[in-house]
């Protein structure tokens, strides 16, 4: 469990990003840049901030151009947060690598928090992948 201050440094700098997303270029600010390269390779637009609660910028795809990626943290407690994170306009027939990746680089967020970088684990994307395709076939 980790508090929504802890978490926003591990989601919105340029050091906690490259711990459990791609390293990262990050302009901070409305209008400014967001450029991840490694595992993602991206090249956005930061829309909103709001430290520590909300995280929105564009996540630009030739198969999804207009797609945007929010992450918004919630205190729980005084210990816990809750972190949700949202794509929008990702096609279906990519759903599911899609989440399955995001849900792959989330697991590495608690150690983010604590400074550790985490390597993609392809693995682990492939068990969340089978995981959700039985979820909607069940």
């Not at 090249?43 to 030739?62: C, I, N, Y």
């Not at 150690?111 to 959700?132: E, I, K, N, Q, S």
Request: glycine share 6%; net charge negative.
């Amino acid at each position: 469990p980790h508090v929504p201050s802890d978490l926003w440094r591990a989601i919105s700098s340029e050091e906690g990003v490259g711990c459990w997303l791609s390293e990262a270029e990050i302009e901070l600010r409305p209008k400014g840049r967001l450029r991840l390269r490694g595992q993602c390779n991206v090249d956005g637009e930061v829309l909103e901030v709001s430290a520590p609660a909300l995280f929105r910028w564009t996540w630009p795809h030739p198969e999804h151009p207009a797609s945007e990626v929010q992450i918004s943290i919630s205190a729980q407690n005084d210990a816990a947060s809750r972190v949700t994170l949202v794509q929008t306009d990702v096609p279906k027939q990519h759903l599911l690598e899609i989440a399955a990746g995001w849900h792959t680089h989330l697991d590495a967020l608690p150690a983010a928090v604590l400074g550790c970088r985490t390597p993609f684990d392809t693995d682990r994307a492939a068990m969340h992948y089978r995981r959700y395709s039985a979820a909607i076939t069940a």
